[in-house]
Every structure is written in structure tokens, then in C-alpha cells.
């Protein structure tokens, strides 16, 4: 399997972006699908991910400001809005076959096994 994403780039605070991730093979509707980020010198954080059974969950910190979405089986998207400095990150989508009978929620993608190469984000 393999991803990769695009759409990331430089925006002023308060803007938004809308992130991509093409998956080489459908996976099955049953397998963890999500995004994650890392900051330099910070480890994987997990903001948005969708469970097998569809439903998405997100982290705190993008709550009401980000919404992840998916067309068919191979196309993941992450709107981005409001973006604030913090934001400021590698991007990458990552998917895995499901982990745990409360979903598909990660905080670091240790549970995950394919990853794209990531896109750049950048707030200022």
C-alpha cells in the first residue's frame, strides 16, 4: 500500500488549506485510515482519523477546525481551517488495520503501518 499526500504549502494565520492523501490499493471499509502530524523535534500526533465504522474522531487541539473526509476507498482529504502557528507541522496520512475495539484513534500512529511521505504545513 502506499500513500501519498499533497496540498500542503504556506498560509498567514487564520487561513485554511485542504490536504490530499492518494492510496495506491482500496482498502476495506474495516481498516483504520487517518492523519497525523509532526512538528520538528516533536513526536507523531494524531489529529484526525476515521474508524472502521466511518466515524471520524479528532484531536483537541483541531476540534471544530479541521474535518476529514474520504471519496471512494483511495482518496483521504483534511480540510484545514483557521490555522494558527501551531499548526505548523509534516503532515502525513497513514493507514492500518484496526487495533482496538474503541476505534481507530491514535496519539502517536504506532498502531499504523503504511505511511506517505508527508506534505508540509507551514503558518505564519
Known amino acids: 500500500v502506499q500513500l501519498v499526500e499533497s496540498g500542503g504549502g504556506s498560509v498567514q494565520a487564520g487561513g485554511s488549506l485542504r490536504l490530499a492523501c492518494t492510496i495506491s490499493?482500496?482498502?476495506?471499509?474495516?481498516?483504520?485510515l487517518g492523519w497525523f502530524r509532526q512538528a520538528p523535534g516533536e513526536e507523531h500526533e494524531g489529529i484526525a482519523v476515521?474508524?472502521?465504522?466511518?466515524?471520524p474522531s479528532y484531536a483537541d487541539s483541531v476540534k471544530g477546525r479541521f474535518t476529514i473526509s474520504r471519496v471512494n476507498a483511495k482518496n483521504l482529504y483534511l480540510q484545514m481551517n483557521r490555522l494558527e502557528p501551531e499548526d505548523t507541522a509534516k503532515y502525513y496520512c497513514?493507514?492500518?488495520?484496526?487495533?482496538?475495539?474503541?476505534?481507530?484513534?491514535?496519539?502517536?500512529?504506532?498502531?499504523?503501518?503504511?505511511w506517505g511521505q508527508g506534505t508540509q504545513v507551514t503558518v505564519s
Open positions: 497513514a493507514a492500518g488495520l484496526p487495533f482496538s475495539p474503541m476505534g481507530c484513534f491514535s496519539s502517536t500512529g504506532n498502531e499504523y503501518s503504511y
Open positions: 490499493k482500496s482498502l476495506d471499509s474495516s481498516d483504520c
Open positions: 476515521f474508524s472502521s465504522d466511518g466515524t
